[in-house]
């Protein structure tokens, strides 16, 4: 593993983008982060300008799997509202669970397991992890939790933009009676949430949490947390990136950061003008995580359908852009393999094997 591979870049113009390609394609590809549209169109099968993500485009673009979201949006911490995010996270699930079978050449099949993620990139299908972003979406009834994960969630992103029952989220919202801080971080249900969690085999998602409450997960989580889709704040002063103090917590613990490509997380805005970023910027902030926690605790997310989009990584076809910058970068086919899913699956494994010894099935 190379620990500092901008000591000596190798920017070696010959490199050719069909190595690029070819690399890409051989790799076991996961995107950690990709919204659903909702309502939904029944259009996951079909090649539509309306999505960056749909199946035909990961085919195309040599993409391995995905980890689809259901993304409540934060609305008033009440019973009326906390009734409305659980049916809808449902449905959203019930949706994502749909995206299976053969369909206008595509074949992709729900995975809720390691073992299963594995065994669809070996029979060359496409592997549809279903999430959950947002702890709003169970309200205030932890069995939502074990709900999800019937599903075959994987992941519960703690908030969104707005403090919820579990948690204080990094942006606070005013105008939903939020206090910069509620909670100082987990509430009590918040760190039954986590216990729950583990218990079930679901990771713990860190992004768009409050600092307080990110660290405070990773100390009460048996298992390392996961930021799905967060970039870092060093380079990008956004109060939803991780500081070094946070990426040192991530190490110490054994979690990963999947960097993003939402250019407002990547790259300072440049006075007035337009904000952008490309997959050099993202690539940026992978280098950046290497050189201080190691290439073990990075990944890579796109947000895209929930706002993420650069100016040369637009949809799942062109993933491949990622993978000649790193290789541009100097990284190795094992360390790309690792920022490509390798360290994501591995904090799966691991949750797996928590919930096995809690006595459920992973
Ligand atoms: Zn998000």
Redesign the pocket.
């Known amino acids: 593993m190379t620990s500092s591979p901008q000591a000596q870049p190798s920017q070696n113009p010959a490199l050719s983008s069909s190595s690029a390609e070819a690399l890409h394609r051989a790799l076991f590809t996961l995107d950690s982060?990709i919204d659903i549209p909702w309502p939904d169109q029944g259009d996951a099968f079909e090649e539509t300008d309306a999505r960056r993500v749909d199946l035909p485009k990961m085919q195309k673009g040599g993409m391995s799997a995905g980890c689809f979201v259901a993304?409540i949006g934060q609305a008033k911490v009440d019973a009326e509202g906390h009734a409305q995010a659980q049916a809808q996270c449902l449905a959203m699930l019930d949706v994502i669970n749909n995206m299976q079978g053969t369909h206008n050449g595509v074949t992709a099949r729900v995975c809720s397991t390691v073992a299963e993620i594995n065994a669809a990139h070996e029979a060359g299908v496409l592997a549809v992890i279903p999430a959950v972003?947002n702890g709003y979406a169970m309200g205030d009834d932890l069995a939502l939790l074990a709900q999800f994960r019937a599903k075959g969630a994987r992941y519960v992103?703690l908030t969104?933009n707005g403090h919820n029952a579990l948690a204080d989220a990094a942006v606070h919202r005013p105008s939903l009676g939020d206090k910069p801080e509620n909670h100082g971080g987990l509430s009590a249900l918040g760190r039954e949430a986590v216990q729950e969690m583990n218990r079930l085999g679901l990771l713990v998602d860190v992004?768009?949490a409050s600092k307080k409450t990110m660290m405070q997960a990773v100390a009460a989580s048996a298992v390392p947390v996961v930021a799905s889709?967060s970039c870092v704040r060093t380079l990008c002063d956004h109060p939803r990136n991780l500081d070094d103090e946070q990426l040192d917590a991530l190490k110490e613990s054994g979690g990963v950061i999947q960097i993003t490509a939402m250019p407002a997380f990547l790259k300072p805005r440049d006075g007035d003008a337009p904000r952008s970023a490309g997959v050099s910027d993202f690539v940026d902030h992978i280098d950046y995580v290497v050189r201080r926690i190691g290439a073990e605790h990075v990944g890579i997310s796109s947000?895209f359908d929930?706002?993420g989009a650069l100016a040369d990584w637009q949809n799942a076809t062109q993933g491949v852009n990622v993978t000649a910058e790193l290789l541009r970068r100097g990284y190795d086919a094992g360390e790309i393999a690792a920022f490509w899913g390798g360290n994501f699956m591995r904090l799966l494994a691991r949750a797996e094997a928590v919930a096995e010894q809690r006595g459920t099935i992973g």
């Open positions: 982060h993304y972003e992103t969104h992004s768009h889709h947000d929930g706002g």
